[in-house]
């Protein structure tokens, strides 16, 4: 099962990174166009749609990591770096729990976890306004700082080595 951790986890980084970078994209081009045609039609309100719609990749990448990360720990997957780096089999369980948040890499993965569900968050409580161009612009400074945090979990902290 070593291998499955290290892939579920790496699966879950690129599917969040993907979806962050989509969202930015996407949402970039409604409201150009939302700017372009000096208000709001068909077009633009449904790429403002279409963006908020990867929030939910991005919380399912953030939790498929996670998932992943916390299953190597209590399973003690010392083929990751991070769990032999971090982890013991002498450890409590609470605390090897708490070892996720332990280190760089650990710690990013909590961080974007986080992100991610405020990001789900925002875009539930704002349905009804996906077109005010505040609420996108918040969505997509929220989706850019994911692609961030998922970008450095992809290339200088990548936890699933």
């Not at 002498?90 to 948040?101: D, M, Q």
């Not at 306004?129 to 989706?143: C, E, H, K, S, Y």
């Amino acid at each position: 099962m070593p291998d499955v951790n290290a892939a579920l986890g790496s699966a879950g980084v690129m599917l969040g990174f993907a979806a962050s970078v989509l969202g930015v994209l996407t949402l970039a081009a409604g409201l150009y166009q939302r700017r372009k045609a000096g208000g709001v039609g068909d077009g633009e309100r449904g790429l403002l749609w279409l963006g908020r719609s990867f929030a939910w990749l991005v919380l399912g990448g953030a939790v498929l990591a996670t998932v992943a990360m916390e299953i190597a720990l209590v399973g003690h997957d010392f083929s990751l770096q991070y769990v032999a780096d971090n982890g013991s089999r002498s450890t409590p369980l609470l605390y090897t729990v708490a070892s996720l948040w332990g280190a760089l890499e650990g710690s990013i993965i909590l961080w974007t976890l986080v992100l991610a569900g405020f990001l789900a968050a925002v875009v539930r409580r704002f349905a009804d306004r996906a077109g005010d161009p505040l609420v996108a612009w918040a969505t997509l400074t929220l989706f850019a700082v994911a692609a961030f945090f998922f970008a450095l979990m992809l290339g200088p902290a990548d936890p699933f080595t």
